[in-house]
């Protein structure tokens, strides 16, 4: 039991490191996904219902290389792709744990995992907005085809294992050493001419932040001058975090909540910290840390959870004050991080419109 919190606990911080260390953390982070039934084997324990729990880990990092996302990219065209592709998981993922059905995650691919990483190895040494639109679709679409497509049905249509296949086949080794290199010599005859130049010096660590808003006061006036309750940002927010709670929710054990209660409750609070977070920002009032904007709204969430309990308990619904916790928890970090680094997307998106990559690549 202690080496499945461990790792459990690794699972859930790891991803935090992204938002600095981009690629390094999701490689990490992906690692950590491939051998933790290692681990668990090793130890000699095989934890009840894991599938479950590793499929919800899976959306909660990525859920983080979306959040930071919002604060990093700087192609406007690169970002739509990755959001509607991570977006297509996510409900992908929820359909799979309602119905079980395999097939589900072979139509609902993870390509988004992949294509996070391509943004940020090109982002090592070149400009990403060099790229225009169609050059990320195409990424995208090699990685969803040539990639994912084989990879999730060897997984979850076939449920082989790599490690196994390997031992039993001695010609496998060669032939995926071969396939990968026809992958890579493509990729270096096809992308790499496409991106000129190299920008800069090897950078691992993410690009700072614009200047308008590089502090939390500049992003609460962005916040006071631009956001609406009603508005596409919360709209997201409340699929991002009520989504990932109900795959949570299949898994957690003793919550006698719904989905569809679950999912209306983490929406009313979703709600609630919009319109607190804009009356805030209106009245002049930031907090610079990210740990201690994540812990005043984790307090203002317990009180609210507090005071309207019935929106999580009302008609049946969960009394598991564990589960309650951790949701508060999941939903005060999400939308935090949220409301931090939407601005900043935003003042790129106004500084760069789509087309502008476009019009880079061309001249």
């Known amino acids: 039991m202690s080496v499945f919190v461990a790792v459990i606990a690794a699972r859930f911080l790891v991803p935090l490191f992204i938002f600095r260390f981009p690629l390094p953390a999701i490689i990490a982070a992906l690692i950590l996904d491939g051998v933790d039934q290692t681990i668990f084997q090793t130890m000699g324990y095989d934890p009840p219902g894991y599938q479950g729990y590793d499929k919800a880990m899976d959306v909660f990092y990525l859920a983080i290389a979306y959040l930071a996302m919002l604060r990093n990219w700087t192609s406007m065209a690169a970002f739509a792709i990755g959001r509607a592709l991570y977006f297509y998981r996510l409900v992908g993922v929820v359909a799979f744990e309602f119905s079980q059905e395999r097939a589900l995650l072979l139509i609902f691919p993870n390509t988004f995992e992949y294509f996070f990483i391509a943004y940020e190895l090109i982002r090592l040494r070149w400009d990403p907005t060099r790229l225009s639109r169609s050059a990320w679709l195409a990424i995208a679409a090699g990685i969803w085809i040539l990639v994912k497509l084989p990879q999730e049905y060897w997984i979850h249509i076939a449920q082989r294992d790599m490690t196994d296949e390997l031992a039993a086949h001695a010609w496998l080794g060669p032939l995926l050493l071969v396939v990968v290199s026809v992958i890579l010599y493509a990729v270096w005859r096809l992308l790499v001419p496409r991106l ?28 006071a001058k631009y956001a609406r309750v009603w508005s596409i ?66 307090l203002i969430n317990v009180s609210l959870v507090i005071v309207g309990g019935w929106l999580l308990g009302r008609g049946g619904g969960d009394s598991n004050q564990p589960a309650t916790l951790f949701f508060i928890l999941l939903l005060s970090l999400i939308t935090t991080l949220h409301d931090r680094y939407w601005p900043v997307h935003a003042v790129r998106d106004h500084e760069d419109p789509p087309d502008t990559a476009v019009r880079r690549a061309g001249s």
Request: no cysteine.
């Open 196 to 223: 000129g130049p190299v920008a800069w010096p090897w950078r691992v660590v993410a690009d700072p932040l614009p200047e308008s808003v590089d502090e939390a006061s500049e992003r609460a006036l962005w916040t």
């Open 233 to 298: 940002p919360t709209l997201e927010k409340v699929l991002l975090v009520g989504l990932i709670s109900v795959i949570f929710g299949q898994v957690l054990p003793g919550l006698r909540t719904t989905g569809t209660q679950l999912f209306i409750g983490i929406a009313a609070v979703v709600l609630a910290n919009a319109a607190m977070t804009l009356a805030f920002a209106r009245a002049g009032r930031s907090v610079e840390g990210a740990f201690a904007a994540f812990g005043t709204r984790v």
